[in-house]
């Protein structure tokens, strides 16, 4: 039975149709159990904006998953710009503004966890912990009492325009041409596959591990943007489970979070997706939120133990 299993785990084509295939099965089971009601308007429309969110952050974050670390610190960053960005809009009344701030405190922050990890050889996963309490203790003493409102009418002119999906596609393809088509995304997914070999090879890895935690904090930045105009109010929950949901989409997409040639930055859109059919179809249904956590817990490892195998051996055509 392990062997079969095994076996399974390690078929390309599996893989590639795994997710797909999870994503069709979640949508056939929530529309039945909900008499269609999964499939109205509104909860299509607020699948996709949800998924929007997690999906630009993961396409970032899925460069420093590529190189074979993890940083869970994703949710107290978001929500820290998302808070600071808020904050300087109903100071100043400037879109613009509110953009730029937003993404500039996200791509800080995620240039100083690659610090944390490069320059001061801290695994990153503890840095991300100790980061994230840092950060979520700075974003509460921001909010305080009173949650920040940004005006409705700005979230509903920028959520209607054409900003969040021009923004989208343009990050993504950029990502996918970096990511597939340049030495950079060769040697990342080189580090993630077989860090040894890869130094071996005469691979800067420190300079390729910074610049991947830089490509994913504009990924970050605009998740935080979108998460702005998206819920209108920050308060201490915002972007609360979003590390688990960017880890569990990238999973769920087909992309292994411990790196190596198995890693797709795009896989994340699709996952985000399933990520999202999947709370709102179980909440819909009655499950209990708590229970829902656990449920997504166990599916993420059953996932990740699905997408584990890592290489010890030298490099393949595959990983270029």
Known sequence: MLEKLKSLKNSRHFLDAFPFIILILLLIIFGI??????????NMTGIFNQALITGTATIGIAFIYTTGNLDISIGAVIALGATIGAKLYLASENIVVMIAVTMLV????MAWNSTLSVSLHIKTTTAAIVMTQIYKAIQESLVGAVDITVPFKTCSFLEKGPFRITTLIIYLLIAIVIYNFTPFGRAIRFIGGNENCAAQSGIRKNTYIRLSFLIAGIGVGLS?????????TINTTTAGSMGMDVMLATVLGGMSIFGGNRSKCY???LGAITVVVLNKGLLMLGVDN???????????LILVYLN???????PTRKQF
Do not use: H, N
């Open 106 to 109: 996200c791509f800080l922050l």
């Open 224 to 232: 935080s943007v979108y998460t702005i105009i998206r819920v209108g």
């Open 290 to 300: 708590s229970v829902v956590q656990g449920i997504r817990g166990v599916l993420f």
């Open 33 to 42: 159990g909900t008499g269609g009601r999964f499939f109205a308007k509104a």
């Open 308 to 314: 584990s195998e890592r290489p010890d051996v030298l």
């Open 267 to 269: 896989a994340g859109v």
